[in-house]
């Protein structure tokens, strides 16, 4: 039975990583310069600290994820490994909302504020950052996968139930 949780354990966690991984490459490749009434225009990921945001946590989940192959079942560290990936998946909801809210602004802009849509203009870089949020949203639905097979098989030994 361990070596069935480790290899479930193991594969969600290749998986989570394979996720983050795409997320951020797709969200650092996010270009497209165009000329916007004789203006040229730039828009990058760099450009918007939520994107920069996104990429640096989706980079710092997908090293997570890989270290955490490593650690051995039973051992102290695998311990902290639960509340580990609970921060990691809060700090990935975090990415996921802010880079959600700001391309929502892109794209149909916000009237109140004066905030003019941009998607119309930069299209294929709008494209690659819906991408990029779809990569890191099902990224995020394998953290919470995660969290929730590790609770089930910490909670499983404590429960007389079965």
């Known amino acids: 039975m361990a070596k069935l949780h480790r290899l479930i354990s193991a594969v969600l966690r290749l998986a989570a990583a394979g996720g983050a991984a795409a997320a951020a490459i797709i969200m650092v490749t996010s270009h497209e310069t165009t000329s916007f009434?004789?203006?040229?225009?730039?828009a990058k990921y760099s450009y918007t600290p939520s994107f920069v945001f996104f990429v640096v946590a989706f980079a710092v989940a997908f090293a997570y994820s890989l270290l955490a192959l490593l650690v051995r079942p039973g051992s102290t560290a695998s311990r902290l490994l639960l509340l580990s990936d609970v921060m990691v998946g809060m700090l990935l909801t975090g990415a996921v909302a802010a880079t959600g809210a700001i391309s929502q602004?892109?794209?149909?802009g916000n009237e109140h504020a004066g905030w003019l849509p941009i998607c119309a203009q930069v299209q294929a870089y709008c494209s690659h950052v819906?991408?990029?949020l779809i990569a890191g949203f099902l990224s995020l639905l394998?953290?919470?996968?995660?969290?929730?097979?590790?609770l089930h098989a910490v909670a499983k030994p404590l429960c007389s139930c079965h």
């Not at 009434?37 to 730039?42: I, K, S």
């Not at 602004?105 to 149909?108: A, I, L, M, N, R």
């Open 130 to 132: 819906m991408g990029a």
């Open 105 to 108: 602004v892109g794209k149909s």
């Open 142 to 150: 394998l953290y919470f996968l995660i969290i929730m097979y590790s």
């Open 37 to 42: 009434f004789g203006t040229e225009m730039e």
